[in-house]
C-alpha cells in the first residue's frame, strides 16, 4: 500500500507555514507554486494569484508533506477532526519539534510520560494545525 500523504488547506498562509514546517522539520521545499504561476493562471482571479495552489515538502526520511491554499471559489472551514503525529526515536528530538511547533501556536497537552512513550504532548501551531509528538516509544 502507498503511504497516505497528508495534504494540509490554508487560507491564504501557506506559504508561511510551508516555510515554517521546512525550517522545524529541516526539511526540503519541492515545489511551491501560486495560482498565479500555475498553468490553471488564466482560469484563476487575479485576487488569489499569490494564493498558493501547490506545496510539496520533502523530509530526509523519505517522507512528505503536501499544502495549498484554499481557492476563492471554495469556502475555508479550519482545519477540524484532523491531527498530525510525529514519533521520535528520543525524548530529546520529540521535545524540540514540540517545542518549535509550539512557538507562537498553543500547548493543549503538555509533554508528559504516557503509558505508549517516554513523552507523548499535543499542541497547535501558530498556523492552526494539530500536532501529537511521540518521544521514545514504549514496546508493546
Known amino acids: ?10 487560507d491564504g498562509n501557506c506559504a508561511d507555514a510551508m516555510r515554517f514546517y521546512e525550517r522545524v522539520f529541516d526539511g526540503d521545499m519541492k515545489t ?8 490553471m ?4 482571479p ?3 494569484h499569490h494564493r498558493i495552489m501547490h506545496a510539496f515538502l520533502a523530509f530526509k526520511d523519505g517522507g512528505s508533506l503536501y499544502a495549498g491554499d484554499c481557492p476563492l471559489s471554495m469556502p ?14 528520543t525524548i530529546g528530538e520529540a521535545t524540540k519539534i514540540f517545542n518549535a511547533l509550539a512557538d507562537g ?9 504516557s503509558f505508549w512513550a517516554k513523552t507523548f504532548g499535543m499542541v497547535t ?6 500536532w501529537a509528538v511521540n518521544g521514545e516509544e514504549i514496546p508493546a
Do not use: C, H, W
Open 1 to 10: 500500500m502507498p503511504q497516505p500523504i497528508p495534504y494540509l488547506s490554508f
Open 46 to 48: 487575479r485576487e488569489a
Open 125 to 130: 501551531d501558530r498556523f492552526g494545525v494539530s
Open 41 to 44: 493562471a488564466a482560469q484563476s
Open 76 to 89: 475555508y472551514d479550519g482545519k477540524k477532526q484532523t491531527m498530525m503525529t510525529l514519533s521520535y526515536p
Open 105 to 113: 501556536g498553543q500547548i493543549t497537552m503538555p509533554l508528559a510520560p
Open 32 to 39: 511551491i507554486m501560486s495560482f498565479g504561476e500555475s498553468p
